[in-house]
């Protein structure tokens, strides 16, 4: 499928639907903060650290979430040759990592109350930290090339060989963990979740994926807006504009 | 099949020429063994416990300092290109490289664990088991590892890019590699964690191929 | 009413814990959200900039609208 | 009676538009030399045509079947140099082309004639890392010599760096080849002696203004 990349028709629905994502952003988070912290009770066993959860819960979501979405649209980008699929996905993978950095940050804080360490090798703890270097491999690898297009695609093998490998990463460290660990005593989700909890907490998951496509959206846009200055950069370059002579016959302007 | 022998036949001679690098691989092997009983102390029982794992890092980083050369030379020299034109599939120049890198690395690091074993004091029992691992595992590096390889061709910061890229791959391997040696040495039966390393081989030997000639592509373009 | 905002922010004794992960979710999320909005702004000064300046052989043969 | 054509190609490189709507068509026998200004994309159509490179539109036919068809037996017909001369620095010169005459069907016999017919044959049992610039592309240009099944030549400036007897030998070698029913298509800036050859100024389907 081919059409020299022309990206309006993105920038076109981006810039409708920026507007709408920001506000939506605000309202679900800032209704999930308020439920979470002054209307929902406290956990009966754990107390006020629980509220913890309306972060950490959320954030760990999203780190799959997000590694998710970079591999399909690397598998979008490589099998269909989409240059848009190819940005998408360089655009997704800081916001995962970030959400990853996020969910290993306050997972380990509310971890100190309750296990009594800020680190734990439980096995989610430790698959999250194992998903946080693909991201960071993902992102260096991008980066790494002089040529851009170069870059995108080698993430995008990357992303994909990461994404197969992300069960057995999880699978190997189940095992490894409970072979060294007895199975961590506090379980994250409870029993069942009481539905005055449950309600901040799908507040604040909807609110971060609405707050995933607003910052993607501005992320995908800056890409190509920066694809238009290296092609200007490229025209000024070219000493030798070739002026059609207007019966089809090329001129050099210049020997 | 002939052209990948002959493939093979150029790889084992250049390897034999550039004789070096697998001498220099088992020496980093062994040397960063003998680093460990220098930090953690020589007291044999505390050694004993903790040689399966740090055979394993060890051959993990040993595995990664041969990768970055394997396409490198032949990129910047261009035969890597008249390769990718033959009429063999990419996919059978990608094994014939893996061949040759696990041969000048992967077995060099056969031969020396069961020594350095000795010498980190490990358990008898964990020797046969610890080389079982080793043979179904460090093929699996080379492959993982190879796809990496093809990854950061032509990026500027080739080396360090290349670990970042290939140890969350490998933690699987190592997992399981250590918890082999482990249950040999408590007596427990092994046949599981061998069966899975046998998976892990088998898997990369069908996907890597294809991802580091999907890589190759890229680069080449 | 002073003592219920002071037993809130004390967060049943897990203040320390509570407050810096929301603080540190709001400061990382913020963050990027600010990095992104100006990398795009900055990217976009620089394409006004560019296409406003005549590109230096002045003769551009634009066989096609801009 | 072999028909190498191109129906109107498009070629991307990394974000660059190099060429748009390019149409060429090679018979037996003929040579197509590419002429145009640096980056208008000569190397480029090379790539694309050893297959390094998808056309981003159009396609590339060999007797009329598309060569996404059968890229593997397209490579088997083709011998490619680039600008690189991929000579291994620890392996002699007879080693070095010994291992290209095998992997296209020349055999090890084929060596010692293509050596000669470059005038390297004296460095046989030269390791490569003692070679001159000029020699090593002698020993690259030797390789299509050896490439028995490659009907068609792609040639990236082959005379760099050769003095006025390599090119005459050059010279020689192709016309020989052409009178075997080769094809070669040449992007070259200096004077090599091609009779009878087409032209191809890559200027005219260079894309006047990119839409940015």
Redesign the interface.
């Known amino acids: 499928m081919h059409r020299f990349a022309n990206p309006n028709r993105f920038m076109q629905i981006s810039g409708a639907l920026l507007p709408w994502t920001a506000a939506s952003t605000v309202l679900l988070v800032a209704a999930g903060?308020y439920l979470g912290l002054?209307r929902a009770p406290?956990d009966y066993q754990q107390?006020?650290?629980v509220?913890?959860m309306y972060?950490?819960v959320p954030?760990s979501w999203m780190a799959m979430f997000c590694y998710t979405f970079l591999a399909g649209s690397a598998a979008v980008g490589l099998i269909w040759k989409h240059p848009l699929a190819d940005l998408s996905a360089k655009a997704a993978a800081?916001?995962g990592a970030?959400f990853t950095?996020?969910a290993l940050?306050?997972g380990s804080?509310?971890g100190?109350?309750m296990w009594g360490t800020w680190w734990e090798w439980d096995a989610r703890l430790t698959s999250v930290l194992v998903l946080f270097f693909l991201y960071l491999g993902y992102i260096a690898l991008v980066n790494a090339f002089d040529d851009p297009t170069r870059g995108v695609r080698a993430g995008s093998i990357l992303a994909l060989v990461g994404f197969v490998n992300v069960p057995i990463i999880k699978f190997s460290v189940d095992w490894w963990n409970t072979l060294h660990q007895p199975a961590s005593v506090f379980r994250m989700d409870g029993p069942t979740i009481h539905t005055s909890m449950l309600i901040p907490l799908l507040l604040m998951g909807v609110g971060f994926t609405t707050?995933f496509f607003?910052?993607w959206m501005?992320?995908v846009?800056?890409e190509i807006?920066?694809g238009?200055?290296r092609a200007?950069r490229r025209?000024?370059v070219q000493?030798a504009?070739?002026?059609?002579a207007g019966d089809g016959r090329a001129v050099s302007?210049e020997g | 099949m002939t052209r990948l022998a002959c493939i093979l036949g150029r790889e084992f001679r250049l390897a034999q020429r550039h004789g070096m690098d697998s001498v220099l691989v088992v020496v980093f092997f062994v040397l960063a063994v003998v680093l460990f009983p220098f930090g953690v102390g020589p007291e044999p029982n505390i050694l004993a416990r903790i040689a399966a794992g740090v055979l394993w890092v060890a051959a993990l980083f040993a595995t990664m300092l041969g990768l970055e050369r394997l396409f490198q030379a032949d990129y910047e020299d261009g035969s890597l290109e008249l390769l990718m034109l033959t009429p063999l599939p990419l996919e059978g120049v990608v094994l014939a490289k893996v061949a040759a890198h696990w041969l000048t690395t992967g077995l060099p690091l056969l031969i020396a664990a069961p020594l350095l074993a000795a010498i980190l004091n490990m358990n008898v029992a964990g020797f046969l088991v610890l080389i079982l691992a080793l043979l179904l595992g460090t093929p699996t590096l080379s492959l993982i590892g190879t796809v990496g390889a093809a990854l950061v061709l032509g990026s500027r910061r080739g080396g360090i890019l290349l670990s970042l890229l290939v140890l969350p791959l490998y933690i699987p391997v190592l997992i399981f590699g250590v918890s082999a040696v482990d249950a040999a040495i408590g007596g427990f039966g092994v046949r599981a964690q061998l069966l899975i390393l046998g998976a892990f081989l088998l898997a990369s030997l069908a996907l890597c191929p294809w991802a580091a000639a999907a890589a190759l592509r890229q680069a080449l373009e | 009413m002073t003592d219920s905002i002071a037993a809130?922010f004390a967060?049943?004794?897990?203040a320390f814990?509570?407050w810096?992960?929301?603080g540190?979710?709001a400061v990382?999320?913020v963050g990027?959200?600010w990095s992104?909005?100006r990398?795009?702004r900055s990217?976009?000064g620089?394409?006004e900039s560019?296409?406003a300046a005549p590109?230096?052989?002045g003769?551009?043969?634009?066989?096609?609208p801009? | 009676m072999n028909r190498f054509t191109g129906h109107d190609l498009d070629c991307i490189r990394g974000e660059r538009l190099v060429f748009t709507g390019l149409r060429f068509e090679l018979a037996q026998g003929e040579a197509l030399v590419l002429v145009g200004a640096n980056g208008s994309g000569k190397s480029s159509l090379l790539r694309l045509m050893a297959g390094f490179l998808r056309p981003a539109r159009g396609e590339l036919r060999w007797n009329g079947a598309s060569l996404s068809e059968d890229p593997e037996g397209h490579r088997a017909r083709i011998c490619y140099v680039g600008h690189l001369d991929a000579v291994k620095p620890v392996l002699t010169v007879a080693e070095n082309l010994g291992f290209w005459a095998e992997l296209w069907g020349g055999g090890l016999e084929s060596v010692g004639p293509a050596l000669r017919a470059f005038g390297v044959d004296h460095l046989a049992d030269v390791p490569g890392r003692f070679l001159s610039a000029g020699q090593k592309r002698r020993v690259n240009l030797a390789r299509m010599a050896v490439s028995r099944t490659a009907a068609l030549w792609l040639l990236d400036e082959p005379t760099t760096a050769l003095d006025r007897a390599g090119v005459a030998a050059l010279g020689k070698v192709l016309a020989a080849h052409r009178g075997r029913g080769g094809m070669a298509v040449v992007a070259t800036h200096s004077e090599l002696p091609l009779d009878g050859s087409k032209l191809l100024d890559l200027g005219y389907f260079a894309m006047?203004?990119v839409?940015?």
């Not at chain 1, 504009?241 to 059609?244: A, K, S, T």
């Not at chain 3, 003769?59 to 096609?64: I, L, P, Q």
């Open positions: 903060l002054f406290p107390g006020e650290s509220r913890i972060v950490h954030t800081p916001i970030c950095l996020l940050a306050t804080l509310w100190k109350p707050y607003w910052v501005l992320r846009r800056t807006v920066a238009k200055i200007h025209r000024q000493r504009p070739v002026d059609f302007t | 809130f967060m049943g004794g897990y814990y509570v810096p992960s929301l540190l979710t990382v999320m990027l959200l992104s909005w990398g795009l990217a976009e620089t394409l560019l296409r590109t230096p052989q003769t551009e043969a634009s066989g096609r801009e | 006047a203004e839409p940015v």
